[in-house]
């Protein structure tokens, strides 16, 4: 099972990114698709999720009003639109899904992800 996130980069304060992460080697459908960060010397932080039903989209405080998860069932996709650039959202940043099965509440954190990726590292500068 691979989540692998691409598109990192360095981006201008005030600048935008899209991350993107495709999934392979099962499926996805029943399950959230989402996005962690972890800045350096920082724990982990929940960013947002794509639910599996379509029925939804959920932020982390921090970034909400900024960033916009969007999915796609077909491509076992998940991506991570990030506009707005803060230099404290340079982190690595991880796609990975949650582990609970059809899950459709409203209670999301960086403690529910199961399956994780290889992040991709993304940098905004003052």
């Known amino acids: 099972v691979q989540l692998q996130a691409s598109g990192g980069g360095l981006a201008q304060a005030g600048g935008s990114l899209r991350l993107s992460c495709a999934a392979s080697?099962?499926?996805?459908?029943?399950?959230?698709l989402g996005w962690i960060r972890q800045a350096p010397g920082k724990e982990r932080e929940f960013v947002g999720l794509?639910?599996?039903?379509?029925?939804?989209?959920f932020y982390g405080g921090s970034v909400k009003g900024r960033f916009t998860i969007s999915r796609d069932h077909a491509k076992n996709s998940v991506y991570l639109q990030m506009d707005s650039l803060k230099p404290e959202d340079t982190a690595v940043y991880y796609c990975?899904?949650?582990?609970?099965?059809?899950?459709?509440?409203?209670?999301?954190?960086?403690?529910?992800?199961?399956?994780w990726g290889q992040g991709t590292e993304v940098t905004v500068s003052s």
């Open positions: 990975a899904a949650d582990r609970r099965e059809y899950y459709s509440g409203i209670d999301y954190s960086q403690d529910n992800f199961g399956s």
């Open positions: 080697g099962r499926t996805f459908s029943g399950y959230g």
């Open positions: 794509a639910n599996w039903s379509g029925g939804g989209t």
